[in-house]
């Protein structure tokens, strides 16, 4: 078997965000309005990430790069996870991922 031969023609990974302080005059893909299945897409709040994934939410916060990070599993092999404005319950969804991504096939 050929290396990666084993992932052709499987979906992998997606992941869509901004963040503007990184990237100005960037395209803004909230207009896309792509959601999940619960109704989280960009520019949802901590607030509504914690009522729609409840305890199976985990949040964090890297001081190194200063980040606030956000994951919940979806099944066993795939989970959802993605980037945070800040740390108030008004902070914004600012990237939505599935993982794992292609660093780890």
């Known amino acids: 078997m050929a290396e990666n031969e084993h992932i052709a023609g499987r979906f992998l990974t997606y992941s869509y965000g901004y963040d503007f302080s990184r ?47 956000w994951a919940v599993e ?5 989970h959802l996870r993605g980037l945070l404005s800040g740390p108030g319950d008004d902070a914004a969804v600012t990237l939505i991922e599935l993982a794992p991504g292609c660093e780890d096939v």
């Not at 893909?29 to 792509?34: C, E, F, G, T, Y």
């Not at 109704?39 to 606030?68: C, H, K, M």
């Open 23 to 69: 990237n100005e005059g960037g395209t803004d893909p909230r207009d896309l309005a792509l959601t999940t299945e619960t109704g989280i897409g960009l520019g949802s709040t901590r607030a509504a990430l914690r009522q729609a994934f409840g305890p199976d939410l985990n949040e964090s916060y890297d001081e190194v790069t200063d980040v606030w990070t």
């Open 74 to 78: 979806s099944s066993a092999t795939h």
